[in-house]
């Protein structure tokens, strides 16, 4: 019944910690895209990708004390840092979560920033779209955030990497 929790808890185990909000939703969203069995459902909102479901299943996991939300203030705005706690690992401890190989995404996705992976998740958003489409609809949607050419094209070179990572496992 929890092994949603416990998918999420596992990210969060394997990645040692994860800075924001926001990136914590990347992380999950992109993971999905490259066929991790994470079920929330994401709609597009002013981030990029957003899952409401997500949102409260993490409130749901600090609320059980298997997850420490720390808020922190930096420079007029909030940003959250989400760890593991010992609850949490012995929850973990009840549940085979098999999903291989996802360490290194986890390690490789958290070492990116968030507005880095805002665009990556906006990208794989609209992969129904041509190569084109994609960037003109990322230079509409995404105008406040003032990507270059280059940023897009960085970000599709990612994607690639992270696919190619995944069908060589």
Do not use: W
Not at 111 to 138: A, C, G, M, P, R
């Amino acid at each position: 019944m929890l092994e949603d929790h416990a998918k999420l808890v596992s990210l969060l185990n394997l990645a040692g910690e994860v800075v924001g909000r926001k990136k914590l939703q990347k992380i999950v969203y992109i993971l999905k895209k490259l066929d991790y069995p994470f079920q929330e459902k994401y709609q597009f909102h002013f981030y990029g990708p957003y899952s409401e479901e997500l949102t409260f299943r993490i409130e749901e996991l600090c609320n059980l004390g298997f997850i420490n939300e720390i808020k922190e203030t930096k420079g007029g705005y909030h940003q959250y840092r989400y760890t593991l706690t010992e609850e949490g690992s012995e929850f973990l401890s009840r549940y085979q979560i098999n999903m291989p190989k996802l360490c290194e995404f986890i390690k490789d996705l958290n070492d990116q920033n968030s507005k880095f992976l805002e665009l990556v998740s906006t990208i794989l958003y609209f992969n129904n779209l041509s190569k084109d489409e994609i960037v003109n609809k990322v230079k509409v949607v995404k105008k406040k955030q003032n990507y270059s050419d280059g940023d897009i094209q960085q970000a599709f070179a990612y994607i690639e990497q992270l696919k190619n990572k995944q069908s060589a496992s």
